[in-house]
């Protein structure tokens, strides 16, 4: 294809995900290896996640479209975006229900104790003649906060597996199954597990409390599968430690990677390198979508998935 | 309760299981600390899954039901015990959906890499800027082996999370939405995961033959939740250790416990301590059922769950 549009590529880590095709129709630019050396890009990849330096609007000046390459866009001022004519695209409705697997599976292994089960068989504890008791999850209260694809997911998973769900979220839902509970602290009061579903936004930032968490206690689990900063992660550690909380399952952290020693030493933590989206197949649809993003913008049509101010 | 019926219990670990409500309504005589100790005993509790030793009919002429605590009833000669108009009950339909939980949340430990993730995390791979990929379950080809309670509970769960499901075992069944492959070769051949759900026979012994095993493949995961002796053990361990099946997914064994020495080195095996199926409620439930089973026989009325010779 003669003369293929440039694109800057925000974090150097993605390069390795996108396909031959769309890698073929673009000409990439890694900002990572040659920071301010794409002026002439119109569009800029990022990993919607982390923090969009505004002052690469100052190094590409003909900046159009920032491409979300996941379905998070924390990490974007949109609305500064949208002041600067600059169109934000992500990928929406792509990886929801395998993040949903994920929480199932993180749910089940604490409960079913599949990741001790295995060490008892290798260390010999089962050989000396104990027996592992496991708590079953028929009639697990699961509170979901953030009903939107995810949840609704999760909850579709849970019904099947004859969990009793509830959810909280900021706005009332008409036509979904599942009971609305009055509070979040309410939520976490009435329920065994509490799986974060939420998007981030500057106004939820630490939404998990030390109360939300108190409420959640010594029986409960917390699961964290959207964004650290929903939660205050110094609150979870605490409780873990004075045991004011039963279990917390984290994939995602205040500062991603997270360090071990942060950890070290934590009871009943069971930790996920950011990996609830990460399929093979999220993968390969998530660099479609961005390529079928890319074409419309540099054919001026409308794109695929813009990022709704609404929303 | 005056003069309460003597019970022997046959295997000690089943004692502590015993809820006050049973134990009290029954004097129980412990079979494996006083061996021969209950002649007038006219039930025993037993463990279907262990062998029946026969002889104990002689220490207890008066004997005329073998209480199962559990689901399988492997152990017991069942055409033996009718032509000594020996009654069997079992727990049915206690926990199967508990065994499904238990396959589900092995399928997802191992392809949304659940455990790996964990220790990712806490060794510092994350850390070091590796990133982790994992499959998504979305599409998987899910065999199932016996399509009974546990196989038809796994099947629903399957098709929550997206899976295709397929199943083989012996006879048609009508008024199920799942396909039936036309052997079990093929059904292995055609799956991503092939998971044991059958209750053992002497007719389906080593079931899992090498050729199952190969059919599978090298991209293929067995989960063996019905029984040690449906598998062949051997021919799995040869078959990973060449590479030739992809995973193995054990709660049953040979010999169990089994020895940590026998899977050392195995690679891409997952294990665990024979506790699919056991989880408090089903233990509550199972206890629940072998009391009203109990009542039943020294009523001289129908036993709740007798064990079907026709199944």
Same mark, same amino acid.
């Given at each position: 294809m003669a003369s293929p549009e440039l694109v800057a590529l925000?974090?150097? %880590?993605?390069?390795?995900?996108?396909t031959e095709a769309v890698a073929e129709r673009y000409r990439f630019v890694d900002l990572g290896q040659q920071p301010g050396v794409a002026p002439d890009a119109r569009a800029v990849v990022v990993d919607g996640g982390r923090p969009f330096d505004a002052s690469l609007r100052e190094a590409m000046p003909r900046l159009g479209l920032i491409a979300c390459f996941n379905a998070g866009y924390d990490g974007i001022d949109v609305e500064w975006a949208r002041k600067h004519g600059i169109i934000v695209t992500h990928a929406r409705h792509i990886n929801h229900e395998d993040v949903a697997d994920f929480a199932i599976g993180q749910v089940l292994n604490v409960y079913r104790k599949i990741g001790l089960g295995d060490r008892w068989v290798r260390d010999g504890s089962w050989q000396s003649g104990n027996r592992l008791m496991t708590r079953s999850i028929a009639g697990l209260r699961l509170g979901i906060v953030g009903l939107g694809g995810i949840g609704q997911a999760l909850a579709r998973r849970a019904d099947a597996m004859r969990m009793v769900t509830s959810w909280w979220g900021p706005h009332h839902k008409s036509g979904v199954p599942w009971p609305r509970a009055s509070s979040l602290i309410d939520l976490a009061a009435e329920s065994d597990a509490l799986v974060i579903a939420a998007s981030a936004k500057p106004s939820n930032?630490?939404?998990?409390s030390a109360s939300v968490i108190e409420a959640l206690g010594p029986g409960g689990m917390l699961v964290n599968v959207?964004?650290?900063?929903?939660?205050?992660e110094a609150a979870v550690i605490l409780a873990l430690m004075r045991g004011t909380l039963g279990a917390a399952v984290l994939d995602? %952290?205040?500062?991603?990677?997270?360090?071990?020693d942060r950890w070290a030493g934590v009871p009943n933590v069971f930790l996920s390198p950011h990996i609830a989206g990460v399929t093979d197949l999220a993968m390969r649809r998530m660099v479609e979508l961005l390529g079928a993003n890319l074409d419309a913008f540099f054919k001026g049509e409308p794109v695929p998935t813009p990022v709704s101010l609404a929303a």
């Open positions: 925000a974090q150097p %880590y993605l390069a390795p995900f996108l930032r630490g939404l998990i959207a964004r650290g900063s929903l939660v205050d995602v %952290y205040d500062e991603e990677p997270t360090s071990p």
